[in-house]
Each structure stands twice: as C-alpha cells, then as structure tokens.
C-alpha cells in the first residue's frame, strides 16, 4: 500500500484575483482531502546520476521530490506521485523549498496549511527575486496527510506555479 500524501486544493483559474495568504490558506485548508487509497506503480522518471536533475519525464515519487524538480499538476488531492518533467520542458510547477514540520501529534489540515504557508513565503522572495505579494507567482504546498503522519512524515514540500499559465524553464530569479 503506498501512502498518500495531501496537496493544496486545485489551482484557481490564472484569471482569479490573487488572495491575500490568510484568504488563500483558508480556501486550501477546507478543500484538502484525506485518503487512504493506494496508486499503483513506483517511480518512473530519470534523473541525472550526478546533478539529480530529471532528464525524462515520469512518475516522481511524491516523497522523493527535491528543490529544482518541475512538475505538472494532478487531478487529485491526495498523491503518491506527480508526473515530473525536465525543467526545460513546459510544465505547471517547480519546487522551490522543502521542510519539515515538528514532531507531535497530527495538527489537522488547516493547522498543516498555516504551517506551509509561513515557511515557504519566506524563501520564495529569495527564490524568485521579488516579494510574494507583488509577484504573480504563487506557491502551492504539498503536504503530510493523516495517514502519512502517522507513518511519520512531516515534510512540506513548497512548489511555486504562474498564475498566468505553463512555463519552459526555471522560476528561479524570474523577478516577477
């Protein structure tokens, strides 16, 4: 059985008015799902032996996904893995910051999605070169679930995406 893992609610259409964080947290906490379901299938992408970059799109294990991974949206909120592509190819997200929460018991979702929120606010200024609120990027978390806490797991992984549509390329210092 393969453990699922939350992600933020799905993405408001590009044209949706940006939301003010405590707004944004609010809307993403209450769609977050919880599920014990399994998917079938490991891991599928390449990765460079050396760099760890991926080479070739696949399946990334949601568990293994490193700052500099770029990957496109899923339909579900609970998942085990994302379809991962090559930086350089069109894609919906980029991971920019990982952390991990503190031990204890399971702090609920919304508790969860506060939690994202304020730790990867922060580096996505120095990440993407301009502050969060004046930026027309945005940052969608994936998060532990119930299920992969109690497994312990406590790791954010903190994605930025465009609100305007896809990108070819990396985020990083795109000052916008």
Request: charge should be negative; proline fraction near 6%.
């Amino acid at each position: 059985m393969t453990a699922l893992r939350s992600a933020a609610a799905p993405k408001p259409a590009a044209t949706a008015v940006r939301r003010s964080i405590a707004a944004g947290v609010g809307v993403f906490a209450l769609a977050l799902a919880v599920s014990g379901c399994s998917l079938p299938g490991g891991e599928t992408v390449t990765r460079d032996a050396d760099t760890r970059e991926v080479t070739e799109s696949g399946d990334a294990d949601v568990f293994a996904l490193q700052v500099g991974d770029c990957f496109n949206d899923t339909t579900s909120e609970s998942i085990a893995h994302v379809p991962a592509v090559p930086c350089s190819e069109s894609h919906d997200n980029e991971v920019f910051h990982i952390f991990d929460m503190e031990d204890g018991e399971y702090p609920g979702d919304e508790a969860i999605m506060m939690a994202a929120f304020e730790q990867c606010v922060p580096p996505f200024e120095e990440f993407v070169g301009m502050p969060y609120e004046e930026s027309v990027l945005d940052v969608f978390p994936i998060t532990p679930s119930g299920e992969t806490w109690a497994a312990d797991d406590r790791e954010v992984v903190c994605a930025i995406w465009d609100t305007t549509g896809r990108v070819s390329g990396t985020l990083a210092g795109a000052a916008r």
